[in-house]
């Protein structure tokens, strides 16, 4: 059932949606001097809110649970995208000259999260002397104003105030069309305040942590770039091979966070404020054909091996978060709202503690 939940909740981040019209490969054929621009413009709100949410959800209380007692819990986040961050303009993003849309007029393209029912314009591709190659058509949204995100987290009560977390997924197969991910973090959380009462003091006026947390989420995923009909290519030294093409990616969460809290019977309230640091990168492994000349009224191309690596720190800020958890015998159940450069974070879940 965990796995079954977690799987769920992964797929809907990070699965290209069934019925959408993304295809990674019509960003591929801008070539390496445009692709990692068209990339980075794409995906960077998807980014940011993945990693707002995957800095979610590590607390729900400043209290920790006795060494060697457990808290197993499932929770998904949704960060809230806004409306500005939907789109971008394929003008203003440094393209090169051989890149330029079909259409002066149509300059608007969705990114990752937005319109998924209309896709972005068509943009030409040329060659060093004007002659235009190929036209290509810049993909829609895949989710809308939502980027959900899962935590599957083990905690335990480590030491005296002190509580270890770990998330973790084995590498997990999500077939030939979606790719693969895996899982892994670390976090722990010191209850300051019972430092200073004495163990028999079961209630506090209210009780105040700190927490580091990291996370690492892992993505592969294979591609099928070919030459169009009619493509030659540019010399015989261009590489005709083209197995073995597949999209990375590595996404790297930190968050320092301080919570207060207040129990009342089986109620707790808290108050967050911490800081977020999210990077990620992403990157092509294999040999691509990229259209590159005219030769005898055939479009020849150059096989670009590895044509690139994007790697950028989309997260730096800091974030608030206000929520409550409800603590019956075993079962848990928590809910919380977080706020961040613009983005709100929606987070539920529930969770066992033994």
Do not use: C
Not at 63 to 73: A, M, V
Not at 191 to 207: C, L, Q, S
Not at 327 to 333: H, T
């Amino acid at each position: 059932m965990k796995k079954l939940l977690f799987l769920i909740s992964l797929s809907l981040f990070l699965i290209q949606n069934v019925n959408a019209q993304f295809n990674f490969e019509q960003l591929i054929k801008a070539g390496p001097a445009d692709v990692e621009k068209l990339v980075d413009a794409y995906s960077r709100p998807l980014l940011y809110g993945f990693g707002l949410g995957m800095n979610s959800g590590w607390a729900n209380t400043a209290q920790t649970i006795k060494p060697l007692h457990f808290d197993l819990r499932i929770m998904a986040t949704g960060s809230l995208i806004p409306t500005s961050k939907q789109t971008f303009d394929v003008t203003a993003i440094g393209l090169s000259s051989n890149l330029r849309p079909s259409d002066p007029t149509k300059i608007n393209s969705p990114t990752f999260t937005g319109n998924r029912y209309s896709n972005g314009p068509y943009m030409d591709l040329f060659d060093g002397n004007g002659n235009k190659l190929i036209s290509f058509e810049l993909p829609s949204a895949v989710i809308e104003n939502v980027v959900p995100t899962p935590q599957v987290q083990l905690t335990v009560g480590f030491a005296a105030n002190t509580e270890l977390m770990v998330r973790a997924a084995p590498r997990i197969k999500l077939g030939e069309r979606f790719g693969s991910i895996s899982l892994f973090g670390l976090g722990i959380k010191h209850n300051i305040v019972r430092d200073f009462v004495a163990k028999e003091v079961k209630k506090t006026p209210f009780d105040f942590s700190l927490l580091i947390g990291f996370n690492r989420l892992n993505y592969n995923r294979g591609l099928n770039l070919r030459p169009l009909d009619g493509m030659i290519p540019e010399n015989a030294e261009q590489a005709t091979d083209f197995l073995g093409q597949k999209i990375y990616g590595k996404f790297d969460n930190y968050l320092l966070q301080a919570t207060i809290s207040k129990e009342i019977d089986f109620f707790t309230s808290f108050l967050s404020l911490g800081y977020s640091i999210s990077s990620a990168t992403l990157g092509l492994k294999g040999n691509f054909p990229i259209p590159n000349s005219l030769r005898n009224d055939q479009v020849a191309y150059i096989t670009y091996q590895d044509p690139f690596e994007l790697k950028r720190t989309y997260l730096k800020t800091f974030r608030g978060d206000v929520g409550f958890q409800f603590k019956f015998p075993v079962v848990r159940i928590y809910g919380s709202y977080g706020f961040s450069g613009g983005y709100g974070m929606l987070s539920a879940g529930i969770g066992l503690g033994f």
